[in-house]
């Protein structure tokens, strides 16, 4: 319903809003990026029970202080017809990006060498580069091999605060957009 939307959406945004400005404060937004990915993706046509079943493809959203905002990155389908290229039955739609894509992006930002890729992602070596995006696209300040500086959290425990971060990371509703 219209109504749990919009507050499920208020909520993501009072909690995102709160965690940049916490990374902010702590003065590591620059070396942070968040990422909420959608599992599977759903038809675009309603079941018998006027909702969604599951289908391919999927969406990401990635913030974070070095991330190049305000675009959508891959190949979005141009023809939604039962006749289109990409589209399989009741509007299931074959991805255009793969899974990789987003992923290697990150891990090129961290300063993951390019000969040590097929270990972060082994998928990698199945799709030419034409599926896969620039990470100078996707971040600012693109290092070959350092990546950002990892910031040292004034808690004793990092490790609870990592897990705090990907656990938010993963409750986010899914979003079509890189903000």
């Avoid at 023809?79 to 793969?98: A, H, K, Q, V």
Wanted: aromatic share 12%; with cysteine.
């Amino acid at each position: 319903n219209n109504a749990q939307i919009d507050y499920n959406f208020k909520d993501v945004d009072s909690s995102l809003s709160a965690f940049v400005r916490e990374m902010k404060a702590m003065d590591v937004w620059d070396s942070v990026t968040l990422m909420q990915m959608s599992e599977f993706g759903r038809t675009l046509s309603p079941n018998g029970n006027d909702g969604t079943d599951h289908a391919w493809g999927g969406n990401y959203m990635l913030m974070g202080g070095s991330v190049r905002g305000g675009q959508v990155l891959g190949k979005y389908p141009t023809d939604f017809t039962e006749n289109g290229p990409l589209t399989l039955t009741r509007g299931r739609m074959i991805p255009s990006t793969p899974w990789e894509a987003p992923f290697q992006g990150i891990a090129t930002w961290l300063g993951i060498d390019a000969n040590d890729m097929a270990e972060v992602c082994p998928n990698l070596k199945k799709f030419n580069s034409s599926y896969l995006i620039d990470p100078a696209k996707m971040f600012d300040d693109v290092k070959s091999s350092s990546g950002p500086e990892i910031p040292r959290f004034p808690s004793s425990d990092a490790s609870s605060i990592f897990a705090s971060f990907i656990t938010l990371a993963f409750s986010l509703a899914p979003l079509v957009l890189f903000l």
